[in-house]
């Protein structure tokens, strides 16, 4: 089941005579429902048919010989939403988020802000920090959330297990904002992913449509990585992260993760790659394995 873009769900609410719609087709029902983000369908968690066809294994196959020609190390993971299947490749210990941070960032805000919502102002930041990856908006929010003990005790309910937010802001001996060190697995990412994906006890439907409505707006020169490949026809909800890890700017951490849903597949994925000479190397990585993972999934 693929999800109906924001820009193309508006129209078919435009013609409603309410905000909410309920429609069963094909043994399922659909919800339908108005915010200030757009209408986005939610679709409802469901058990896996017996007669479902699993899918092969994206990152086997093609995908392990194209990484074994590739410097440094790459991490990754990839969960069908309609067969439930994981599949991982590469081992390494968890590696630096960079601004894949800003989607945890903004969700721990929302559990925390519950009911009462988040301002204007923050509002108006969480545009910047995932559409345009402004990291002075992402520090205000880092900071608004609690830091690094207000992100770790919403990723303790949402299941992250090795995501380590990073103590410090302003790091000595680094430039850019700390909370871009906090470290994370796929794995990790996955499950912070399905937050927005399913319905569960922590981000109400509002929000869920509300940061999947920020990251299938993130500006077109971000929209490199798992989207390379992909359909025009599908909608990507994503953010992407890439930071220098050293001074002379020979060692690059690149990652994208999010959630692409369309032409007979609705997937999340999560890639993260370390030790890349520049930044477009760890970006023609990615680019690289996702156009694998949506060919091997169709």
């Given at each position: 089941m693929t999800r109906v873009p924001a820009r193309r769900a508006r129209a078919v609410l435009a013609i409603l005579a309410s905000g909410l719609v309920v429609a069963a087709a094909a043994g399922s029902v659909l919800l339908f429902s108005q915010d200030d983000q757009g209408a986005r369908r939610v679709p409802p968690s469901r058990p896996v048919s017996s007669a479902r066809r699993l899918r092969p294994d994206p990152l086997t196959g093609r995908a392990t010989s194209f990484l074994a020609t590739r410097h440094g190390t790459v991490l990754a993971a990839v969960y069908d939403l309609d067969t439930r299947q994981t599949w991982t490749v590469g081992q390494g210990p968890p590696q630096a988020e960079a601004s894949v941070v800003k989607v945890d960032i903004l969700e721990a805000l929302l559990v925390q802000r519950g009911r009462s919502g988040l301002t204007r102002r923050e509002a108006a930041q969480a545009r910047l920090m995932i559409e345009r990856s402004d990291n002075n908006a992402a520090t205000d929010l880092w900071r608004a959330a609690g830091g690094a003990p207000g992100v770790r005790s919403f990723n303790a309910a949402a299941g992250l297990t090795r995501t380590s937010p990073s103590a410090c802001v302003v790091c000595a001996g680094f430039p850019w904002p700390g909370w871009g060190l906090t470290t994370t697995t796929p794995a990790d990412q996955i499950s912070?992913?399905?937050?927005?994906?399913?319905?569960?006890?922590?981000?109400?439907?509002?929000?869920?449509?509300?940061?999947?409505?920020?990251?299938?707006?993130?500006?077109?020169?971000?929209?490199?990585?798992?989207?390379?490949?992909?359909?025009?026809?599908?909608?990507?909800?994503?953010?992407?992260?890439?930071?220098?890890?050293?001074?002379?700017?020979?060692?690059?951490?690149?990652?994208?993760?999010?959630?692409?849903?369309?032409?007979?597949?609705?997937?999340?994925?999560?890639?993260?790659?370390?030790?890349?000479?520049?930044?477009?190397?760890?970006?023609?990585?990615?680019?690289?394995?996702?156009?694998?993972?949506?060919?091997?999934?169709?």
């Amino acid at each position: 089941m693929t999800r109906v873009p924001a820009r193309r769900a508006r129209a078919v609410l435009a013609i409603l005579a309410s905000g909410l719609v309920v429609a069963a087709a094909a043994g399922s029902v659909l919800l339908f429902s108005q915010d200030d983000q757009g209408a986005r369908r939610v679709p409802p968690s469901r058990p896996v048919s017996s007669a479902r066809r699993l899918r092969p294994d994206p990152l086997t196959g093609r995908a392990t010989s194209f990484l074994a020609t590739r410097h440094g190390t790459v991490l990754a993971a990839v969960y069908d939403l309609d067969t439930r299947q994981t599949w991982t490749v590469g081992q390494g210990p968890p590696q630096a988020e960079a601004s894949v941070v800003k989607v945890d960032i903004l969700e721990a805000l929302l559990v925390q802000r519950g009911r009462s919502g988040l301002t204007r102002r923050e509002a108006a930041q969480a545009r910047l920090m995932i559409e345009r990856s402004d990291n002075n908006a992402a520090t205000d929010l880092w900071r608004a959330a609690g830091g690094a003990p207000g992100v770790r005790s919403f990723n303790a309910a949402a299941g992250l297990t090795r995501t380590s937010p990073s103590a410090c802001v302003v790091c000595a001996g680094f430039p850019w904002p700390g909370w871009g060190l906090t470290t994370t697995t796929p794995a990790d990412q996955i499950s912070l992913l399905r937050q927005l994906a399913r319905p569960g006890p922590l981000l109400s439907d509002a929000d869920r449509r509300y940061v999947l409505g920020l990251m299938e707006d993130v500006i077109p020169s971000q929209r490199w990585g798992i989207t390379a490949g992909v359909s025009p026809q599908a909608t990507v909800a994503l953010k992407d992260g890439w930071l220098p890890l050293d001074a002379a700017r020979k060692d690059w951490q690149v990652n994208s993760v999010g959630w692409v849903s369309g032409g007979g597949r609705d997937y999340l994925i999560a890639v993260f790659s370390t030790g890349n000479p520049t930044r477009q190397y760890g970006v023609t990585t990615i680019a690289r394995l996702s156009s694998i993972v949506w060919a091997d999934l169709g």
